[in-house]
């Protein structure tokens, strides 16, 4: 078989996987959910095993905290729709004295008049406030219908964590040509990947706290929302953290209008926040820096998005990472783990 024929086949085999993915979200995701979560737990199950805890007791200890953290975080975005949902007739108001404000300078600028140039809000043509409902409203019956996945994932994790003792045997029973080998490489991806998810949430609840405290200190509305978003925008590389920087400066905006001097002090902050822990220590944190290419992450966003939805995108940069280390510890597939980083990864990777 040529390689022209096997990249054939390979392309229509990732077209199918896709489609079975999309097909069977339903069943796939809260695995796939479950499947990170034990990356991020098995550390802490090997360290109460150290501690001489039995495993059963250390199993079920793990599994009553993810079930409470998945029920709290349920709780929060259904407890945050509803808080929006309270204050939007006010926010009606300022956002009507913001196209105000924002509409006079327009027209002083361009020399037209109310005729000619009615409103930014009036020319834009949306009905923003049923969009806003609409919204808030499908993310409020989301949260409540997650429950049921939430009992899935547990369930999924259970048995992966069961499973946890019979990794190695099984990688030696299906590699007794390479068994050392196999079992490095399965040891470098889980601790690679581990190592990844760990930073990446501890990164991300950072960003969130600095964010909700940002919030809360300069007086906006909404500080718990701006955390959560926060905590959630950072794991979708810079795009995330320039969309809620600009989506919370805007708010605090309208908020804040014309105090200039406020709304541009609070933008600052949120940059410089976005700026030390995505640039600065999260790079630190990781050791080695996976550095996927900006063109990857939109593609993978764009992909997962339409497979899996909102969490397919919040899902699409772990994933890819993932598949990045994985294809990074077989020597076969190294090219793919090239293809997918940015141009300075390939540089560092030619010196060597």
């Known amino acids: 078989m040529d390689n022209r024929t096997r990249g054939i086949i390979s392309f229509i085999g990732v077209i199918l996987f896709l489609a079975v993915m999309k097909l ?29 805890v039995p495993s059963p007791i250390a199993m079920i200890l793990v599994l009553l905290i993810v079930t409470c953290i998945c029920i709290v975080f349920v709780y929060v975005i259904f407890a945050m729709v ?38 930014v809000i009036t020319l834009l043509n949306i009905d923003w406030v049923a969009q806003v409902k609409n919204v808030l409203t499908s993310i409020s019956s989301a949260s409540v219908s997650v429950m049921g996945d939430v009992a899935m994932i547990v369930l999924y994790l259970m048995f992966l964590l069961m499973e946890r003792s019979t990794i190695y045997p099984k990688v030696s029973a299906a590699f007794p040509e390479s068994e050392e080998e196999a079992q490095t490489m399965v040891k470098n991806i889980g601790h690679q990947t581990s190592r990844y998810l760990s930073v990446k949430v501890l990164i991300s609840a950072a960003t969130g706290v600095l964010f909700y405290l940002t919030a809360i200190i300069s007086g906006m509305d909404f500080p718990l929302v701006w955390g959560v978003l926060a905590f959630l925008l950072n794991f979708i590389p810079t795009i995330g953290s320039i969309v809620v920087t600009v989506i919370a400066s805007f708010m605090a905006a309208i908020q804040f209008l014309p105090q200039w001097s406020k709304i541009f002090v609070i933008f600052f902050v949120f940059l410089a926040i976005e700026m030390i822990l995505g640039n600065v220590i999260d790079p630190k944190l990781q050791g080695v820096q996976l550095n996927l290419s900006p063109l990857v992450i939109l593609i993978m966003l764009s992909l997962w998005g339409y497979v899996w939805g909102i969490v397919g995108m919040f899902l699409a940069v772990p994933i890819t990472s993932v598949i990045q280390l994985i294809c990074a510890n077989i020597p076969s597939m190294r090219p793919i783990a090239i293809l997918l980083s940015s141009g300075p990864t390939i540089s560092r990777e030619r010196k060597k």
């Open 24 to 52: 069977c979200s339903s069943l796939v995701l809260p695995l796939v959910l479950a499947l990170f979560i034990f990356i991020l737990v098995t550390p802490i199950m090997e360290r109460l095993e150290r501690c001489h």
């Open 82 to 119: 509803n808080m929006v949902l309270e204050k939007l007739p006010e926010y009606i108001s300022k956002v009507a004295r913001f196209d105000t404000y924002l509409t006079t300078k327009i027209r002083d600028v361009f020399k037209v008049t109310e005729t000619e140039f009615p409103s």
